[in-house]
């Protein structure tokens, strides 16, 4: 047999490879909700003694999509925007905001402009996921910089955004609306 000189750290890079393997095929049979043969092998299937197999999922442990926060109702909705405020207020704010300027405007009351908090809760909600290791490596920083911040803070801060009327001293929400609606939106026969 020959001897072959391997570094220690691809013995470590071969375990953490497989471990994320396994926690995608963890989460495939879960999202299929069904047994799950792989070519890596079977994903262990996950019960306890008290779980009741022939009875009805409970839905709590249905995995969820991220919500929008524009279509919930009270109270999720003000749950959602209290945790995102706290976000905002504790940690874009004072780590990524300089001084508003005509090129970089916000508002203080950003929570009173419904566009202003859907970007902001997309931004959160991929914050949350890119500042795992678990889901994203230790690149999710930096994607998140480059994939969402940036384009985020683009759009809201520009002369045509939604805080397009506010100032230092002075708060305007501007709503627009379409002038006409697009023919996709309407229905047949309107």
């Known amino acids: 047999?020959?001897?072959?000189?391997?570094?220690?750290?691809?013995?470590?890079?071969?375990?953490?490879?497989?471990?994320r393997v396994a926690r995608l095929e963890a989460l495939v049979q879960t999202l299929a909700g069904g047994e799950f043969d792989s070519e890596v092998g079977e994903a262990p299937e996950e019960t306890t003694a008290d779980e009741d197999t022939d009875g009805p999922a409970d839905p709590e442990d249905d995995w969820k999509y991220p919500p929008f926060i524009l279509l919930l109702d009270s109270p999720e909705y003000d749950d959602e925007l209290r945790a995102?405020?706290?976000w905002v207020e504790g940690v874009l704010v004072p780590g990524y905001l300089a001084s508003p300027s005509a090129d970089a405007r916000w508002c203080h009351l950003w929570w009173e402009h419904p566009v202003a908090i859907a970007r902001l809760h997309a931004l959160w909600l991929a914050w949350q996921e890119c500042t795992d290791p678990a889901s994203c490596g230790y690149t999710?920083?930096?994607?998140?910089?480059?994939?969402?911040?940036?384009?985020?803070?683009?759009?809201?801060?520009?002369?045509?955004?939604?805080?397009?009327?506010?100032?230092?001293?002075?708060?305007q929400v501007a709503h627009r609306m379409p002038s006409t609606v697009p023919s996709a939106w309407r229905q047949e026969g309107s």
């Open 1 to 19: 047999m020959p001897d072959f000189d391997v570094p220690v750290g691809m013995f470590q890079d071969v375990e953490d490879i497989k471990a």
């Open 140 to 171: 999710g920083p930096s994607v998140w910089h480059r994939d969402h911040l940036d384009p985020c803070m683009r759009e809201l801060r520009s002369s045509t955004g939604p805080f397009q009327g506010c100032t230092k001293t002075e708060h």
């Open 84 to 86: 995102l405020t706290e």
